[in-house]
Structure formats: C-alpha cells, structure tokens
C-alpha cells in the first residue's frame, strides 16, 4: 500500500462499533481512489488488506471473513448467459463483492423475458443483456468490474474469454452451447457451475477437470430444451441463480465444489430438493 493511500484512508475512516471494525464511506474511498489514480477495486482491496472494511460490504463481515473477502475482491469469474439465470447470478456475485465478472451474452431483451429476467425492463428491450447486467452492476456495486462481451461465445472465441478466468458460470439456454463451454474450461482446468429451470424445477451442478458432472447429463446437443415444454417460471429461476452463486462463492472462498460430480435437484411444485451423484 502507498503511504499516501494509507495516510488518507486513517484520515478519513471510521469505526462501527457494533462489529469492531473500522469502515471507510463509499464517498470516501471514492475520492481516495481518485485522488490515488486507482480504480474502485483496487482501492477496496487495499483497504480490505489494511483492516478497513468499505461499507458496502460491511454486512458480508462475520458471514466472510476479512481474507476471503480479500479473495472475492481479487477473484475474476467468467459467467455466458445474462438472461434469466444469468442476471441473478450477476446481481448476487456483484453484491457479494466479486471483484471482476466478464459477463457474456450476444442476445437482446424482449417481452418475452419479462416474467423472469431480472435485468429485464421495458426500457431496455431491444438492448443486449450483458450491456445492460454492467450499467446495472455499476449502480447497484460499484467495487467491483462487470465488463460486458456483448457477443455469444463459441469454440473460435472461447479461449481468449477463458483467460485470466478462475471459474466460470454456465447460464446458458439449449444444450449445444453448453457443452462447447464446459469442453473448453474443463481442457483449461477451470471448473464450471452451471444450473437449468423448466417450470417449477431447478437443477444446479459443477464440475472440474477430473470430476464431470450435469454436463453427462446433456447426450444430444439437438435435444430440445424442456424450458419450451414446461415454461420458465420466476421463483425457480431465481433459487437455480442463488444456488449458482453460492457455489461460485464456495469455491472462490474454500477452493472446494459441493456440487462436483452431483446434481443438485430441487422440485418447487412439492417443495423437494434431492442431491444426486451424476458420475
């Protein structure tokens, strides 16, 4: 840490004496950073490294500990698909204070999306989703970087997406796509969270390298998505999304995977939740 960054940041921090923590004002280290020539990021990270911990995140204290808030900061998450799952699973990592999330996605919001999509409004149809996830990410999260890839990702693409990623989110529609995702990150040793909606039902899975799982569940890439069959209904999406973006967490936190191998299967319509080894 620079000296002048730290002279500031005593300067201007104060102490939440309930938690027995010092904390630093948005406003604050806002103006530190600019004063520093250093991004919001940078800035909560040095300022998580030096025991101050910047009040969008204080509430995360106790739940995470200062170095695996440190972690979360420092961490880089690819995540393909900004529509139904994808923007919940945005919304919560950026709130957790995931430090940088490349958010990808070529598509543009319509009405049709309006029942579950969290980004979605009526506003911004016609607008890419990932355009659209950053703008939000930059409001609601300002610690952290959202760098929109407002185009689909495939297998000519993929491999300068995957760089400098350490997990990535597989919030896609259909199968195809999918699985061209989960080959590429897998031969890079980056694991992959992925979870699929149709009606009342949610699954979420991971995988490593050396421990596939939804993915076998996925035999033919022109199968048709069970979501045209069976709908895709708000309140599953967003239990698929949170448990996503735990998992990501976990994993960004510990280095370990719950869901590694397994699927997780959770039925909304008889309230049933169900863990299943997949390998």
Known sequence: MSSSFETGLERVCGRDEQRRVR????SELKSLCAREGLSLREGALRCVAHGVEPLPLLKCLHGVEPQGQ????????????????????????????VGRIDVADGDVFEESNLNRQLLS??????RNKARVGAERAARIAPLVEVRPLEFFLDRSNLPRALEGVGVVVDALGGIAPRMALHDAALERGIPVVAGA??????????????????????GD??????EHALGSLAPAVSLAAALMAAEVSRYLLHGELALAGRMLHADLATFSFEIYDVE
């Open 23 to 26: 904390t630093v004002s948005l």
């Open 70 to 97: 440190a972690r979360l900061l420092g961490a880089s998450v690819l995540l393909v698909g900004a529509g139904g799952l994808g923007g919940y699973v945005l919304e919560l990592l950026a709130r957790f204070g």
């Open 121 to 126: 409004s009526v506003g911004d149809l016609g």
């Open 197 to 218: 909606v149709a009606g009342w039902t949610a699954v979420v899975g991971s995988e490593t390298a050396g421990k596939r799982g939804i993915s076998l569940m996925w």
């Open 221 to 226: 890439a022109a199968a048709a998505d069970a």
